[in-house]
């Protein structure tokens, strides 16, 4: 059994703080070094949503304010 730490119980827990916050759309992506989660650039634009909050983690709690800049800073360093 893997708790909060399967990608399933991030999925589910991040689904339900969208609707608990009234948001409409959740896209489940986590950063890391080698992903980079550029496909946030594409999402966003081609669909003309926001990113509000950005995965860094395997749980709940690594679920941040996702801020363009340090996020554009962050896909060219190694």
Known sequence: M??????GAVA????QAAVARGHDWVIVAKLDGTAKG???LGITGR?????RSIGTGETIDDLEAFD????????FEE
């Open 38 to 40: 550029g496909i946030v």
């Open 12 to 15: 589910f827990d991040a689904i």
């Open 47 to 51: 669909f003309g949503i926001p990113a």
């Open 68 to 75: 363009p800049d340090t996020f554009a800073r962050l896909m």
């Open 2 to 7: 893997c708790a909060s730490t399967c990608p």
